[in-house]
């Protein structure tokens, strides 16, 4: 870093904390304050505004909280200082706060007596405090490169406030960008400046504080307390959630949900669809919808752990306890379920609902067929996949299953005598032949 040996600041009457009457007595290179703090505390929170106004951080370096001679005293260096760091060519983490600072604030706090009256004239007016500080920095105050280093704290609450309205770290920073840009009076430097807006890491840190404390750990123990806590909250909203731990399942029914169980369409089909994989625990989401004028709405969600056969027992299990007689209008259950193509859903729902017909839901199904046949291991050429595609949608749109034979036929037989034959396509097709009923 190629920096002037010492950068003095000046400091004026309007750097100086306002809540406490000061005066400069003293401003070389030593500037001294005389001042009318009483307590520790008074000092903290003087050096702490101070700090706040000439852009630094000081940290506490060594202190008397009481003695004959004085009521007390304390030192601090500022946040730049060698104080408790490592050497800054030792540094291998980032970039290195260490700058061998030597700017240091010492305050003291006199005795108020006869005597000490006598001798100096400030105690007389009640300021008992003298403020030392050595204003020589060993590095800039205004770079991008020491404001990211001041303490963010102050506006922690915000941006709670924005994890509480439900937005996530990278947002509530944009956010939070957003509103700093509209006032007028934002100085460019102030967008560097961690104590209004803070680093992405700072941000990120909170977040995980806050949700570790709002929706408690990810997994374990903690998460279900968290979750038994959480249930009562939601139950006064209106909102009814079951879980079971073994195997972990949860069902939630909102109260849209509930009155889409009066739909007459809740009866006749329901399309169920996961999202796996949803977080580092392979949790994965279900939803369970219906048709209506308005499109789809749902008619439930699951939270399964993996994606196991028992685990979506459990669930439905789950949704039947909490509607009771009025799920699926009355019926208990649909006259046709529309699945994606996942085997232990299917079985689930079969063992759940065995009066209720099955179907694969067809976008799943084409899609599954799409991925099999770009997947490189099953070594299809490139020029030939979509042509292999076309096949498989004639049988999957066959309006007949006279239809469907023949265009399974066609597809098989297509293979081998006009393009080469494909060992590992004609067995997963025959695979999904074999299924076709469902
Ligand atoms: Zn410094």
């Not at 961690?194 to 570790?212: A, D």
């Not at 169980?261 to 580092?280: G, M, N, Q, R, Y």
């Not at 008619?299 to 789950?318: A, H, N, P, W």
């Not at 209008?329 to 859903?345: H, K, L, Q, V, W």
Request: overall charge neutral; aromatic content about 10%; glycine content about 6%.
């Amino acid at each position: 870093m190629d920096l002037p040996e010492y950068i003095p600041i000046n400091i004026t009457t309007d750097n100086l904390p306002p809540n406490f009457e000061n005066e400069i007595v003293e401003s070389n290179d030593v500037i001294t304050i005389r001042c009318n703090i009483k307590s520790m505390s008074d000092i903290n929170e003087w050096v702490k505004e101070f700090g706040n106004r000439t852009d630094t951080k000081w940290n506490s370096r060594d202190s008397c909280p009481a003695g004959e001679k004085f009521v007390c005293w304390k030192k601090f260096v500022c946040h730049h200082s060698s104080f408790s760091k490592v050497p800054s060519m030792k540094n291998k983490k980032g970039i290195s706060k260490n700058a061998e600072c030597l700017a240091s604030i010492k305050v003291k706090i006199k005795l108020d007596t006869t005597r000490t009256r006598m001798t100096d004239k400030f105690i007389g007016r009640g300021l008992v405090g003298v403020i030392t500080i050595t204003p020589i920095h060993k590095h800039s105050l205004m770079t991008a490169e020491t404001l990211r280093f001041l303490p963010a704290e102050e506006c922690r609450e915000q941006f709670e406030n924005y994890f509480n309205d439900g937005m996530g770290p990278a947002e509530s920073a944009k956010y939070h960008k957003g509103v700093l840009e509209m006032n007028a009076d934002l100085q460019p430097s102030d967008l560097a400046n961690n104590r209004i807006n803070p680093t992405q890491r700072t941000i990120e840190y909170w977040h995980e504080k806050w949700r570790l404390l709002n929706l408690g750990p990810r997994n374990g123990h903690g998460m279900i307390e968290k979750l038994k806590e959480k249930i009562t909250t939601y139950r006064n909203r209106n909102v009814q959630v079951e879980f079971e731990e073994n195997p972990f399942a949860v069902a939630i029914v909102t109260p849209i949900m509930k009155r889409s169980h009066c739909l007459p369409t809740s009866k006749e089909i329901i399309f169920v669809d996961s999202t796996s994989s949803c977080d580092a625990e392979s949790h994965s989401v279900t939803f369970m919808l219906t048709p209506c004028a308005a499109g789809a709405v749902p008619v439930g969600i699951f939270i399964t752990k993996g994606q196991t056969e028992g685990s979506y027992k459990q669930d439905f299990r789950l949704i039947l306890n909490i509607l009771k007689e009025s799920a699926f209008c009355n019926e208990g259950g649909p006259a046709t379920f529309i699945t994606d193509d996942s085997d232990a859903e299917i079985s689930a729902l079969k063992k759940t609902w065995p009066q209720s017909q099955h179907f694969l839901c067809i976008f799943h199904v084409g899609q599954a067929v799409w991925r099999w046949l770009w997947d490189s291991k099953n070594g299809i050429p490139n020029n030939y996949r979509q042509q292999l595609m076309s096949h498989f949608q004639q049988i999957m749109y066959a309006e007949t299953p006279a239809c469907a034979e023949e265009a399974y036929l066609n597809a098989v037989g297509y293979v081998g005598s006009f393009i080469p034959t494909y060992p590992l396509w004609n067995e997963y097709l025959n695979k999904i032949w074999n299924r076709k009923e469902l």
